[in-house]
């Protein structure tokens, strides 16, 4: 047996060696010259058109979306990427609004005009109080605290949003002192019982009827003080000031954080029932390494329609990469059809519940399909259409924001520059990786539950924070296509180098203590 093992094992080496060797000396610029305007236009025009109204999670429109992706990945020749399906499917809690009623000294007020949750509260909220603890703005930083004296353990607490006059908080963004889910979370510290929240307007989107939220939430709905949002009306009829002089009131000291008396109750009911929503699979087999993968992904859900009927089309967030994978799927394909397919295993996945807080990706690096210490990297994908409004250099067509670089493995940016630099030429910018980032962008994408597992990522963004950001005007007029592709293929490349280069990636960095 040992006598015919030994040619059979030089016969298989020498074939590995072969394959690796074809494809090293493969051109990829035949197959990233197949990403082209022209086809993510195609692309984009279909999974931001009406049609898919906003691709809610979940949704008619994101299930038409779903389906779209999965005949794309069918007809390239792609695998099915989970056990014979092209979709991974996860449950959902379906939360319907049954009830919801506010009185506060007899007045009446009406729900979702006047009052509403922030989020889901449980099954069942009734709040019965006499008095409340009014904290002003509900600002807690260095040097202020608008709860200074005042004991609100087992209380009622009401803020109001927004910020005084000239007021600077400490932090910037998510993590300023006046950031509501900061205030919120400052009150919870505090001792609050529940908390009201006054704004001018209820947001749009604590208005929805029906909110959904995933099987597996650690944290039970209804185990946490409930939290709701009360509208301007609401402040007017119970103080007899309108809303804008009570911020004058605060602003100037004339009103003072303290226990206020009130006839106050709440009664809020939910109907519980059950949705699933899915990511996208397709899979490219690899040669020789094809027992270790890369993903290629993004998300393809965006926040749907408002109470209005007004459609959030998401071109850029994140039709833009959703496009982009099925770009590079295809350019893949075609170099495995011509005999230079890649060493590795490619997965391009494509995920859903991004914009409800990262649920597909979650789900998946919890439930992986294929086993996360063999995948190599994730490259995500998340808004590469725009430019970034507050940009102001001269490199504005010529610009990428790629977050990650410095994190999880000291071949990331070697090998994402060494790609670009020959190919591509664009300027990759890194300030989004500075740890004190005021908006946090490295938590806030998929690749973020990669990253957690340990494996190392890539984020490929355009910055475009402003403008039309989770607006209705995300639309497909607004992409800039030649920029698009370009960095699509400069993605392409960098995804080329790490399917094929011999070694996995290592993983010599630790991940930043906040992020584990």
């Known amino acids: 047996m040992r006598k015919m093992m030994k040619p059979l094992f030089v016969l298989v080496a020498v074939c590995a060696v072969t394959i690796a060797a074809a494809q090293k000396k493969a051109d990829p610029g035949v197959f990233a010259r197949t990403i082209t305007t022209a086809d993510l236009k195609a692309h984009l025009s279909v999974i931001a058109s009406a049609e898919m109204e906003g691709r809610d999670t979940p949704s008619p429109g994101l299930e038409k979306a779903a389906e779209y992706i999965t005949a794309h990945f069918k007809k390239l020749g792609l695998q099915p990427g989970n056990n014979g399906s092209y979709r991974q499917t996860f449950g959902l809690s379906k939360d319907s609004l049954a009830k919801l009623d506010l009185s506060v000294n007899g007045i009446h007020f009406e729900a979702f005009k006047d009052v509403a949750p922030m989020w889901v509260n449980g099954e069942k909220v009734l709040l019965d109080y006499k008095e409340y603890a009014f904290a002003g703005y509900g600002i807690v930083d260095a040097g202020r605290d608008d709860y200074d004296g005042m004991d609100v353990k087992g209380k009622l607490v009401v803020i109001i949003g927004g910020s005084p006059e000239g007021f600077t908080p400490s932090k910037e963004g998510r993590l300023a002192s006046t950031a509501t889910a900061i205030k919120v979370k400052n009150a919870l510290q505090k001792g609050a019982a529940a908390i009201l929240v006054a704004t001018e307007q209820i947001p749009p989107r604590s208005k929805s009827p029906v909110v959904y939220r995933p099987d597996w939430e650690k944290n039970t709905p209804g185990q946490a003080p409930p939290v709701f949002y009360i509208s301007a009306n609401v402040v007017e009829k119970v103080s007899g000031h309108s809303y804008a002089e009570v911020k004058a009131a605060l602003d100037n000291g004339q009103a003072k954080p303290g226990i206020s008396e009130a006839a106050l109750t709440l009664d809020y009911r939910l109907q519980r029932d059950r949705a699933t929503a899915s990511n996208v699979l397709g899979v490219i087999e690899g040669t020789d390494k094809k027992d270790e993968y890369l993903f290629i992904t993004a998300h393809y859900d965006h926040v749907g329609k408002d109470a209005a009927g007004n459609i959030y089309y998401g071109?850029?967030?994140?039709?833009?990469?959703?496009?982009?994978?099925?770009?590079?799927?295809?350019?893949?394909?075609?170099a495995k059809k011509a005999g230079k397919g890649p060493r590795r295993t490619?997965?391009?996945?494509?995920?859903?519940?991004?914009?409800?807080?990262?649920?597909?990706?979650?789900?998946?690096?919890?439930?992986?399909?294929?086993?996360?210490?063999?995948?190599?990297?994730?490259?995500?994908?998340?808004?590469?259409?725009?430019?970034?409004?507050?940009?102001?250099?001269?490199?504005?067509?010529?610009?990428?924001?790629?977050?990650?670089?410095?994190?999880?493995?000291?071949?990331?940016?070697?090998?994402?520059?060494?790609?670009?630099?020959k190919y591509t030429k664009l300027v990759l910018d890194y300030k989004f990786d500075d740890p004190n980032d005021k908006e946090q962008i490295y938590y806030r994408s998929d690749h973020f539950n990669f990253a957690r597992k340990g494996v190392p990522i890539l984020f490929f963004y355009d910055g475009m924070l402003k403008a039309d950001y989770h607006k209705p005007t995300d639309t497909i007029e607004k992409i800039n296509f030649a920029l698009m592709a370009k960095r699509a293929q400069m993605i392409f490349y960098t995804a080329w180098e790490m399917a094929n280069r011999d070694q996995m990636l290592k993983r010599d960095l630790k991940l930043p203590e906040q992020a584990r």
């Open 346 to 421: 490619i997965v391009f996945m494509t995920v859903s519940g991004e914009e409800k807080g990262l649920w597909g990706s979650e789900y998946y690096s919890d439930n992986p399909v294929f086993p996360l210490d063999k995948t190599t990297a994730d490259l995500n994908i998340d808004m590469i259409g725009r430019v970034d409004t507050e940009r102001m250099s001269a490199d504005t067509l010529n610009y990428v924001y790629v977050i990650g670089h410095d994190k999880l493995s000291t071949d990331l940016p070697v090998i994402n520059e060494g790609m670009n630099n």
């Open 315 to 334: 071109a850029d967030d994140d039709g833009s990469g959703t496009v982009s994978v099925l770009e590079m799927a295809e350019a893949f394909a075609r």
